[in-house]
């Protein structure tokens, strides 16, 4: 009897692990991340990449390349676009930027600070004039 009772406790562990697991799965979905934080939520990726694509004055195909099988859909976590590495120099820079400078509340991730932006520089151009 105390047998089936572990019995039933291990089958409702099992049953729960598989439960969260099915729950944070959509959380895992992004792959490939270098910069940006890997628990970072859709949301907050998603307002990032809004950003970037109002302050060069693109879209999204700016950076990204469609799938090869639906090429209705982006490939978001392919890296096939060379213009997505020069970005990430440029996250790299930002980010720099911001810590060495401007980093006062602590609570915050350097990943996260805004002081500096792409804005900043780039004002709706892709490729800022240099004058
Ligand atoms: C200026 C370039 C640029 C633009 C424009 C851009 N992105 Fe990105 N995106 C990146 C970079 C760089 C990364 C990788 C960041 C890292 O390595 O941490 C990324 C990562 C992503 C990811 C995570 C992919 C994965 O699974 O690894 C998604 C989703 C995404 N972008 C969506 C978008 C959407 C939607 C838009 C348009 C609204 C957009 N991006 C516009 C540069 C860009
Ligand atoms: C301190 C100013 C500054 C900031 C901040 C900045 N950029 Fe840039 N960026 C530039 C300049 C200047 C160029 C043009 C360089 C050239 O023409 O060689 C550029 C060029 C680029 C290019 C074109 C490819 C390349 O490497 O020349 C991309 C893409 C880009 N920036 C993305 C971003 C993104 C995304 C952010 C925010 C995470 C950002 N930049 C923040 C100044 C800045």
């Known amino acids: 009897m105390y047998s089936n009772k572990i019995k039933a406790i291990t089958g409702l562990s099992i049953f729960v692990l598989l439960g969260v697991a099915a729950v944070q799965a959509p959380h895992q979905k992004e792959k490939n991340l270098k910069i940006l934080p890997k628990d970072i939520s859709d949301e907050k990726l998603d307002s990032i990449m809004q950003t970037y694509n109002k302050a060069l004055g693109v879209k999204c195909d700016f950076c990204h390349v469609k799938q090869k099988v639906f090429p209705g859909d982006f ?37 996260y600070l805004n002081t500096v932006t792409c804005k900043t520089c780039h004002r709706g151009e892709p490729f800022p004039p240099e004058d």
């Open 75 to 111: 490939d978001y976590a392919s890296d096939a676009e060379p213009m997505k590495e020069n970005a990430r120099e440029m996250m790299r820079m930002t980010i720099e930027i911001n810590k060495s400078n401007f980093y006062f509340d602590k609570n915050i991730r350097p990943e």
